[in-house]
């Protein structure tokens, strides 16, 4: 499934249709999101970025513009329907900014905010200090930890096709500091090159919140601090979708942050078969 272009892994699926690119969130990888390809009446490309998944090891963390640059180098001119999670989305609305007639749609999965903070109560960013050590200074798993994160990528996966699926959680428990590495500059960098980086197309986009948000949460913050947390978010979101045209927010109940398209991929399925019927 695999193909290298420029030392980037790539994983094209389908043919024919709209050109579908998916961003994984920091600490996922294209393959992650093999399954929301199902949907057919597109050509699908998953692929990982420099650094990340089966690609050439670059320096990490790395500024939006290298990674949406990267992207376009890879996929071509389009225009594509951009699927991104997360941080990944960030980088989508950034590839937006720099090449917005290779943009036709884009489909925002939990997306990062580049307000959040200045919308939250400052509670909230100490809650998410808390949550984000330092890679360096974490010891190696020990077999215990690898035995149960083993477990636990295998059921998050347990529907994938058992060779891809017994890379992935090798893959995962193998590598598990790379989206710390690769989210380290977020706040600091990445945030603010996407507040200065100019318009995003008018394109038909549709905004999908985790409606659970991130279980880790409840672990470092009070129950009402994590309300106000997750409306703050979800409020953030229906900003975003506000700002197209043909814009749309839906919220996914009982999803969490990291796995929603594994979690509800009925519904992503219907929204990326929503934006596709649009195009």
């Known amino acids: 499934m695999r193909t290298m272009v420029g030392g980037v892994a790539t994983y094209p699926r389908g043919t024919g249709g709209p050109s579908v690119l998916y961003l994984p969130g920091a600490g996922l990888v294209g393959l992650d999101f093999l399954t929301v390809t199902e949907a057919p009446g597109a050509t699908h490309l998953l692929y990982d970025r420099g650094g990340t998944g089966w690609s050439d090891p670059v320096p990490l963390p790395r500024s939006a513009a290298e990674v949406a640059t990267e992207l376009h180098r890879v996929a071509g ?42 919308h939250l109560p400052a509670e909230a960013r ?12 974490l010891p190696e798993l020990t ?11 295998a059921e998050i996966l347990k529907t994938f096709p058992e060779g891809v699926r017994d890379e992935l959680v090798a893959h995962h428990v193998e590598h598990w500091r790379t989206g710390l590495t690769e989210s380290a500059n977020l706040e600091s960098e990445v945030y603010d090159e996407l507040r200065g980086g100019g318009p995003i197309p008018d394109v038909p986009t549709i905004v999908l919140s985790a409606g659970a948000g991130n279980p880790a949460w409840s672990s470092f913050g009070s129950p009402e601090l994590v309300r106000q947390a997750l409306d703050g978010i979800r409020e953030l979101h229906g900003k975003i979708a506000a700002s197209f045209t043909r814009g749309e927010h839906r919220v996914l109940d009982g999803a969490t942050h990291l796995f929603l398209h594994l979690e509800k991929p009925e519904e992503v399925h219907a929204a990326l078969g929503d934006l596709l019927a649009r195009l």
């Not at 329907?81 to 939990?110: K, T």
């Open 126 to 137: 100490a809650l998410n200090d808390q949550m984000k050590p330092d890679p360096a200074a």
């Open 143 to 153: 077999a215990e930890q690898r035995a149960a994160a083993t477990a636990a990528w």
């Open 77 to 118: 001119d389009g225009p594509h329907v951009l699927v991104g999670h997360s941080m990944g989305a960030v980088y989508a609305r950034r590839f937006a900014q720099l090449f917005p007639s290779s943009v036709a749609g884009l489909l925002l999965l939990d997306p990062g905010h580049e307000d959040l903070f200045a």
